[in-house]
């Protein structure tokens, strides 16, 4: 963690940054739990169990891009299919990846499982387990492995989060959703970018991940996730529809000696920690901050 620097003529003008992505839907019919978005924080902890990053160095006066990846759909068909991967998220430099979307099942076969910042979890199959989505190194983990329909009780597996791979399903229980990360970048520890739950037709469904994941569901539509904590929505059951994944954010933390200007389309607030303000971007598409 930098401790950011007070007033002083030779103290670099250094901002903290947590970057979250969207997070991804869970797929339909015993789906798979969708991915959380990547996260990439310079305080505290990074997904994927990275150590923490560097801070940005800004300039007063510049124009810096902000984006706010939003969350992917659920799978809308009820016979089987892939949830929609997270959107990326940007600060400057720096670029989350959207959570990649849990898998269907279609015909007896896996649906494409989505790969990203998380990876989505497998879902049921009559070939055999269907391995979950793979995640981005530094921001998060990979998907949780189905079990196959041909038991008899099919179950699809957990998302991945940004902090823990997604948990693998068995016969007729779905795998729970990846646990997300803490940080504390706000001066009070919170968790985001969790994994959903998995689908089932039998037992029970995987419950969402620790950091607003959505719970999958049991013969039931999959739960959507907690709204900006970038975390993936739960699988459906049996025939059922999957959850929404969520928005990521973005959180900047500054000296209180500067002032940020929030540019047109963007969507935040600012408090004050100690010697530092926090600014959280709970919307922007391709919108721009700077500071004086």
Same mark, same amino acid.
């Given at each position: 963690?930098?401790?950011?620097?007070?007033?002083?003529?030779?103290?670099?003008? %250094?901002?903290?940054?947590? *970057?979250?992505?969207?997070?991804?839907?869970?797929?339909?019919?015993?789906?798979?739990?969708?991915?959380?978005?990547?996260?990439?924080?310079?305080? =505290?902890?990074?997904?994927?169990? $990275?150590?923490?990053?560097?801070?940005? @160095?800004?300039?007063?006066?510049?124009?810096?891009?902000?984006?706010?990846?939003?969350?992917?759909?659920?799978?809308?068909?009820?016979?089987?299919?892939?949830?929609?991967?997270?959107?990326?998220? @940007?600060?400057?430099?720096?670029?989350?990846?959207?959570?990649?979307?849990?898998?269907?099942?279609?015909?007896?076969?896996?649906?494409?499982?989505?790969?990203?910042?998380?990876?989505?979890?497998?879902?049921?199959?009559?070939?055999?387990?269907?391995?979950?989505?793979?995640?981005?190194?530094?921001?998060?983990?990979?998907?949780?492995?189905?079990?196959?329909?041909?038991?008899?009780?099919?179950?699809?597996?957990?998302?991945?989060?940004?902090?823990?791979?997604?948990?693998?399903?068995?016969?007729?229980?779905?795998?729970?959703?990846?646990?997300?990360?803490?940080?504390?970048?706000?001066?009070?520890? *919170?968790?985001?970018?969790?994994?959903? &739950?998995?689908?089932?037709?039998? =037992?029970? $469904?995987?419950?969402?991940?620790?950091?607003?994941?959505?719970?999958?569901?049991?013969?039931?539509?999959?739960?959507?996730?907690? @709204?900006?904590?970038?975390?993936?929505?739960?699988? &459906?059951? %049996?025939?059922?529809?999957?959850?929404?994944?969520?928005?990521?954010?973005?959180?900047?933390?500054?000296?209180?000696?500067?002032?940020?200007?929030?540019?047109?389309?963007?969507?935040?607030?600012?408090?004050?920690?100690?010697?530092?303000?926090?600014?959280?971007?709970?919307?922007?598409?391709?919108?721009?901050?700077?500071?004086?």
């Amino acid at each position: 963690m930098q401790i950011l620097a007070g007033v002083g003529a030779a103290a670099p003008l %250094e901002v903290n940054y947590l *970057v979250l992505a969207g997070g991804a839907g869970g797929g339909a019919n015993n789906g798979g739990g969708g991915g959380a978005g990547g996260l990439r924080c310079t305080v =505290t902890s990074s997904g994927g169990g $990275a150590a923490v990053e560097s801070a940005i @160095v800004i300039t007063l006066g510049t124009s810096y891009t902000v984006t706010v990846g939003g969350g992917g759909a659920g799978a809308a068909g009820s016979g089987g299919s892939s949830g929609s991967n997270g959107s990326n998220s @940007v600060f400057d430099t720096i670029t989350s990846t959207g959570g990649g979307g849990g898998a269907g099942r279609t015909g007896g076969a896996q649906t494409t499982v989505g790969n990203g910042g998380c990876g989505g979890g497998g879902a049921g199959s009559t070939s055999g387990s269907a391995a979950g989505g793979t995640g981005t190194t530094g921001q998060g983990f990979a998907g949780g492995t189905g079990i196959p329909t041909s038991s008899g009780t099919a179950a699809g597996a957990g998302g991945g989060g940004t902090g823990a791979v997604g948990g693998n399903a068995s016969s007729g229980i779905g795998g729970n959703g990846a646990v997300g990360t803490a940080t504390s970048i706000t001066g009070s520890s *919170v968790t985001r970018g969790a994994g959903g &739950g998995g689908g089932t037709n039998a =037992t029970s $469904a995987g419950s969402g991940g620790t950091g607003g994941g959505g719970a999958g569901g049991k013969i039931a539509p999959g739960s959507n996730a907690t @709204v900006n904590l970038g975390s993936g929505g739960g699988g &459906g059951g %049996e025939s059922q529809v999957g959850g929404n994944g969520s928005s990521g954010l973005l959180i900047l933390q500054y000296s209180d000696t500067l002032t940020i200007t929030l540019g047109a389309g963007v969507t935040g607030s600012t408090t004050t920690s100690g010697s530092n303000k926090i600014t959280t971007i709970t919307a922007a598409t391709a919108g721009t901050v700077s500071w004086a």
